[in-house]
Nanobody, 114 residues
C-alpha cells in the first residue's frame, strides 16, 4: 500500500488547511489510520487517529481545532485543520496501522506564519 499525502502549504496564523492522504489500495486487517507530525528538531508525534469503528483520538494540542475523518470508498484519510498556530508548523505524515505493518506517506509540509 502506498500513501500519498497532500494539502500542505503556507498559511497565516488563524487560517485553515485540509490534508488528504490517498491510499493506492485497501489493506487487510486495518486497525487505525492516523496523522503524525514532525517539527524541526523534534520527534514525530501523533496528531490524530481514527479507528475502524470511528472512534477518534487527538493530541491535546489540537483538540477542538483539528478533525480527522476517512472516506473508505475513496481510500482517503483527511485532516481538517483550523485556527492554525505557528507551533503547528511541521511535516505531516499519514499512517495506516494494520495488524502486521505500519504504512507511511511521504509527508506534506505545513507552515504557519505569525
Amino acid at each position: 500500500v502506498q500513501l500519498q499525502a497532500s494539502g500542505g502549504g503556507l498559511v497565516q496564523a488563524g487560517g485553515s488547511l485540509r490534508l488528504s492522504c490517498l491510499a493506492s489500495r485497501s489493506a487487510f486487517f486495518i486497525r487505525s489510520r492516523g496523522w503524525y507530525r514532525q517539527a524541526p528538531g523534534k520527534q514525530r508525534e501523533l496528531v490524530a487517529s481514527i479507528r475502524n469503528d470511528g472512534i477518534t483520538n487527538y493530541a491535546d494540542s489540537v483538540k477542538g481545532r483539528f478533525t480527522i475523518s476517512k472516506d473508505i470508498a475513496k481510500n482517503t484519510l483527511y485532516l481538517e485543520m483550523s485556527s492554525l498556530k505557528p507551533e503547528d508548523t511541521a511535516v505531516y505524515y499519514c499512517n495506516l496501522h494494520t495488524a502486521s505493518y505500519d504504512y507511511w506517506g511521504q509527508g506534506t509540509l505545513v507552515t504557519v506564519s505569525s
